[in-house]
């Protein structure tokens, strides 16, 4: 199906199932421990064995020798796979950094051996068995010091985030200068961990020349042809299946060493073989979110409207890695006539930066909220009506295209009157609770709407059961609820009529989870499928296919109505399509909202920073399924407080890895530090995105709320702080007076 005009009002609008808060199907599986995780996946195939990766020690050089004479004498050990055993494997898509195969060292815990055994424990004793000869060469490990040194890039994250090197509109130089009211100031974000629950984890299995991995992985047709190209084999010949995912946040969309040395293991030791990366590997093998270095510049009216705005990011990467697409937003958000967004990248001997739950826009809008507010005090505005008299509806870079639909103000104005802002003091440092100064703090979250093709397979059975099967992962998101209420709607059936069995690459290719496009997309693909089985049905039951009614079970048209499963009385039916797009995005500009709202308190004394409330007013066309979405954007406003307070991967700058590479030192928000949150979705549909008129939440939830946690710790204490996270080192020395 292409979707190149508008949505009409189509069987979806009915709204008797989609549209509802329903409980996760997957939810009773997640709950009593029954979900076939991958490392968990004892069916699959009998006699596993047990992989381990062994990490490199040093982050930049070449392996002269590895010596394993002692290793493979040890108890249990199948077969060992080194990386001097074979040419340096190609690289999946995305991937900067090479996986595995020959002595070069691009950074520290890059995977240089697998120890197969009968037993886990076997296999790790086995590998700190190997002895490893390094020539180490010096390398760059400090953003810092770096940063004098990077070059203008431009980029694409691959998640609707990029920018060109350099981007332009009017004279912003000229204007900043005659501005009457100017800021210019630096902020600063940490490199960050995905840190999600389930690790990189793979069980490998070969039958002849043919690959099976049950693995954990966001988008399985990249993974597929991912694999295929990294190990040399063709496509047809690779099956990957991920049912459930136990979080990503972008660290498993490409293809990790777990899934590679598990293959290459298996292979040696003729057995299936299952392996999970270690959390020091996920932190120092796998991805992060890379550090950056911000400039914003805002020049201003006294009346608050913005005549130049520029933003300027510089983060580092591996040689061929990408750079954090941190200025995206900034392009987009508010208005004003001048402008310039700039990215510069430096080379780091560090591992790979990639996607991470928002890229560019997570990091991006840490700083431009921080510099809204400053630039709202220096006006002498209310933060919230400064951001409003600078709302736009239409591309600033191109005016001539408007967004297809575009509610800040709405998010802004509902979010001050749910949350109080009324009350918030005026002058920082103003409002105790005990021995708590308590602030209120705010920003905007933007995150644009990415269209992708999404194809799906929808089956009717003689008992009127309708299966859809498509490869969509399910990483704690709520997808197979979606997609049994869509093919529920569509079909005219209740939820327990329904089966959905997704990850599998034997299904066809969806859209895959990442990015927030994973619902819109994959839904829209489920909507294709079930038109074409209407129209199946329907000729298979005497009816023209334009009246039929698809309802409680039945089809009906004028006076005749049958059962849905007399359709398929004589054989299943079975029904094949996918969404894609024409250029509707191209001609209007498809973005979601939100207004972000916290209260904070400071210990007066200690200066312990303590989240009181939240609250996320969004705007993100249709919500397929309310009770799903408000958990995937609470879900990400605490992560946005983690990034705001506390998440940190810490450099060694001489050595060149994170040294708080696990869950010990590496620390995240829990329940208790955030005791109530609270989510407001727009009533809105937008429908220029698909025939679902939806949008993606997912990652707007983190995007802007760090900031307003700043900004609350600012009006609470009366210090600015722009180096996250903003730990209490960086205020106690600055409280005010205790009273």
């Not at 040689?319 to 958000?333: I, Y």
């Amino acid at each position: 199906m292409k979707f190149d005009t508008p949505a009409g009002q189509n069987p979806i609008d009915q709204l008797k199932v989609v549209g509802r808060p329903t409980d996760r199907i997957d939810g009773k599986y997640k709950t009593t421990g029954t979900a076939p995780y991958a490392y968990e996946r004892h069916d699959a195939v009998p006699n596993q064995a047990y992989g381990f990766v062994l990490g490199s020690g040093i982050a930049k050089g070449r392996i002269i020798a590895m010596h394993l004479s002692e290793a493979r004498r040890a108890p249990g050990v199948l077969a060992i796979v080194t990386t001097l055993d074979m040419p340096r494997l190609g690289r999946g898509r995305m991937n900067a950094a090479y996986l595995f195969g020959g002595p070069d060292i691009q950074h520290y815990h890059q995977a240089i051996a697998v120890v197969v055994a009968e037993t886990f424990e076997q296999a790790r004793a086995a590998a700190y068995l190997i002895q490893v000869d390094y020539q180490q060469e010096p390398g760059k490990f400090d953003l810092e010091a770096e940063a004098p040194h990077a070059e203008p890039v431009a980029s694409d994250s691959g998640e609707g985030s990029g920018a060109p090197h350099e981007a332009r509109v009017g004279n912003f130089e000229e204007a900043f200068a005659a501005a009457p009211v100017k800021l210019d100031e630096r902020y600063e974000t940490s490199d960050e961990s995905h840190a999600m629950m389930e690790p990189h984890a793979t069980i490998a299995a070969w039958n002849a020349d043919k690959l099976t991995l049950w693995t954990s992985n966001q988008m399985i047709a990249w993974g597929k042809g991912s694999i295929a190209k990294i190990l040399g084999i063709p496509a047809e010949n690779v099956r990957l299946d991920s049912p459930y995912v136990g979080g990503g946040f972008g660290g498993k969309l490409f293809i990790r060493s777990d899934a590679v040395l598990a293959a290459l293991g298996a292979k040696a030791a003729g057995r299936p073989v299952k392996l999970a990366l270690t959390r020091p590997l996920i932190a120092n093998n796998t991805t992060h979110r890379p550090a950056t270095i911000q400039r914003i510049r805002i020049g201003a009216n006294p009346d608050g409207t913005i005549t130049a705005i520029a933003h300027e990011s510089t983060s580092g990467n591996l040689a061929d890695g990408k750079p954090e697409t941190a200025v995206d937003q900034t392009r987009l958000l508010y208005a004003g006539a001048n402008r310039l967004t700039a990215l510069r990248l430096a080379h780091l001997d560090l591992p790979e930066g990639n996607a991470m739950r928002a890229p560019g826009e997570a990091p991006g809008l840490l700083a431009l909220e921080i510099a809204m507010d400053e630039m709202a005090e220096k006006l002498g505005l209310d933060p919230v009506q400064f951001r409003i008299i600078n709302d736009t509806q239409v591309d600033p870079e191109k005016p001539e295209r408007r967004f297809s639909h575009r509610d800040l103000v709405g998010c802004l104005r509902q979010g001050a009157e749910r949350f109080g802002w009324d009350k918030r003091p005026q002058e920082p440092g103003q409002l105790r609770d005990g021995r708590w100064l308590v602030g209120y703090g705010m920003a905007v979250g933007f995150r644009n709407n990415l269209l992708t093709k999404s194809a799906a397979r929808v089956r009717l059975d003689g008992t009127g059961m309708v299966t859809v099967e498509t490869d969509m992962t399910d990483i704690g998101t709520g997808s197979y609820t979606i997609l049994a209420q869509t093919a529920a709607e569509m079909m005219g059936v209740s939820l327990e009529k329904v089966t959905v069995r997704l990850g599998d690459s034997a299904f066809p290719a969806s859209a895959g989870s990442g990015g927030q496009w994973g619902a819109n997309n994959s839904t829209a693909g489920v909507y294709a499928a079930c038109v074409k089985l209407r129209e199946a049905v329907a000729a298979k039951l005497g009816f023209n296919s334009a009246e039929a009614v698809f309802q409680d079970g039945e089809v009906r048209s004028g006076n005749r109505s049958v059962a849905l499963a007399d359709a398929a009385r004589g054989g299943e039916l079975v029904a094949e399509d996918l969404i894609e797009y024409g250029d509707l995005a191209k001609k209007q500009q498809q973005s979601t909202f939100a207004g972000h709202f916290v209260e904070v308190g400071v210990d007066a004394a200690t200066a312990e920073i303590r989240v009181r409330r939240m609250l996320a007013v969004c705007a993100a066309g249709r919500i397929l399924n309310p009770k799903s979405a408000r958990s995937q954007v609470i879900g990400a406003m605490t992560m946005g407080v983690g990034a705001a307070l506390m998440e940190k991967l810490a450099v060694d700058t001489k050595r060149g890895f994170f040294v708080n590479h696990d869950l010990a030192g590496y620390e995240v928000p829990v329940h208790a530090d955030i005791p109530h949150q609270d989510v407001i979705f727009l009533d809105e549909v937008d429908p220029m995105s698909s025939p679902m008129k939806a949008k993606g939440v997912a990652e707007l939830g983190i995007c802007g709320v760090g900031a307003a946690v700043a900004n609350a710790v600012y009006n609470a204490t009366g210090i600015r702080v722009r180096d996250y996270p903003l730990t209490l080192d960086k205020l106690i020395d600055k409280l005010p007076e205790v009273v």
